[in-house]
């Protein structure tokens, strides 16, 4: 079905298309044909379920970690928690967590910032635009036309990026922007350090000793992890498009925080389940290094963000990723007759370009190593 533009005067969109462009003429009724999803991949209220008195079992584990702050380290209360996690990385692949310590403050202030950000004009915006000469195996910058990793256009925009925000700000702004840069880098440093505790926390529910994973983001090494601050528009049709198609993380594992509007949803035994935003909370999501590292323990399991026509939505991510160099290999502890091992090892770079060379649709990227599977070509 062609989804015509009504009355627009948009010509060539798709070399133009971008968001906000497209919501400032408000006489778009219909989304053009790009932000149009293949219907085997649209919301389909058949393949989801709804948590009611039926099944109240659905909710996401939420799971109070404040022992982590205790620098008293009570071991005991600390090994609850790590059973926890565990259960729910095997089980769900997902949970929230509570009682994290990071500032509700700090999370409202960057809020505030974020969205002046966003609302700036595009040509604004687009003076920090994704640069492909940068041949980043992530996607940093601006970034407003959403062509790559998916098969249809994702309704959203984000800023992105590894390294210091204050460089990343300068180039909108040569003179700086503390008050955007500012925040944002004290968030970022505040989800890293609470990644590596939960880092730990993750090893030990796996039996590894705590710093397994920790040890990788020492000091010097150079790790890939990466911050991304989504945004997505209210939009018109929310019927026939996705602010993010179902895909599962490349990476170790995700800190996630999102507004209180909802829309993130979680595969669970074949079916899609709403994860309610909690106040407070932060979702965590196990990625595929780690689901390969665990030798398959712990899930990365398939979510996506389905939009709607009232409310914008954003979401704060962090990407805990080791460095490139890195061998992503399941230790032998975690291998035996009962457990074969799932995954051949890889580096962490080769997974990343593999998985940037093809368009993203569910959770097939890590077919990449799999035993089972053929190896990709070349290998
Ligand atoms: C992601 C993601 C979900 C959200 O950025 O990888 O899954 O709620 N985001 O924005
Ligand atoms: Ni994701």
């Known amino acids: 079905m062609a989804i015509v533009e ?47 008195e039926e099944v109240p079992d659905l909710a996401l584990p939420i799971i109070d970690v404040s022992c982590l702050l205790d620098g008293s380290g009570d071991s005991a209360a600390k090994k609850k928690v790590s059973a926890e ?3 729910a990385c095997a089980e769900w692949g997902f949970f929230q967590i509570i009682n994290h310590g990071i500032p509700e403050e700090l999370f409202k202030e960057v809020d ?23 041949k980043d195996k992530i996607v940093c910058g601006y970034n407003g036309r959403l062509t790559r990793l998916s098969y ?6 984000y800023f992105a990026d590894r390294g210091d925000v204050e460089q990343l700000t300068k180039m ?44 990788l983001f020492d000091n010097n090494v150079y790790h890939r992890s990466t911050w991304r601050y989504n945004h997505y528009p ?7 498009t996705l602010g993010t ?22 595969k669970k035994d074949d079916k899609w389940v709403d994860v309610s935003p909690v106040p407070g909370a932060l979702i965590i999501n196990v990625g595929d290094a780690l689901e390969a590292w665990s030798n398959g323990r712990y899930k990365s399991v398939e979510h996506r963000v389905l939009v709607n026509e009232k409310s914008d939505r954003f979401s704060a991510v962090y990407l805990m990723a080791p460095a ?29 370009t593999h998985m940037m060379s093809i368009r993203l649709a569910g959770k097939n990227c890590l077919d990449y190593a799999r035993r089972d599977k053929a190896p990709p070509q070349g290998q």
């Open 85 to 87: 996690i565990g259960a």
């Open 152 to 157: 249809n256009t994702p309704w959203m925009e």
């Open 245 to 266: 198609g179902p895909h599962s993380d490349p990476n170790l594992f995700t800190l996630l925080k999102q507004d209180a509007v909802g829309g993130l949803q979680v």
């Open 234 to 240: 209210a939009c018109p049709r929310p019927d026939l």
């Open 324 to 352: 490139e160099a890195q061998i992503v290999e399941a230790p032998p502890q975690l291998i035996d007759d009962e457990h074969p091992s799932l995954y051949r090892p890889f580096l962490y770079g080769d997974y990343m």
């Open 172 to 215: 909108i702004w040569p003179e700086g922007n503390p008050a955007l840069s500012k925040p944002l880098q004290e968030f970022w440093r505040n989800f890293h350090r609470l990644g590596q505790d939960l880092l730990e926390v993750l090893a030990t529910g796996l039996g590894l000793e705590p710093r397994f994973f920790s040890r």
């Open 112 to 134: 505030i910032q974020a969205r002046k950000f966003f609302a700036l004009p595009v040509e604004v915006k687009e003076k920090a635009k994704y640069d492909p000469r940068r």
């Open 6 to 52: 009504q009355g627009t005067a948009l010509r060539d969109y798709e070399n133009i298309v971008i968001l906000q462009s497209l919501l400032r003429n408000s006489t778009i009724v219909d989304l053009p044909e790009r932000y149009v999803w293949t219907q085997a991949l649209r919301r389909n209220l058949a393949q989801e379920y709804v948590l009611n």
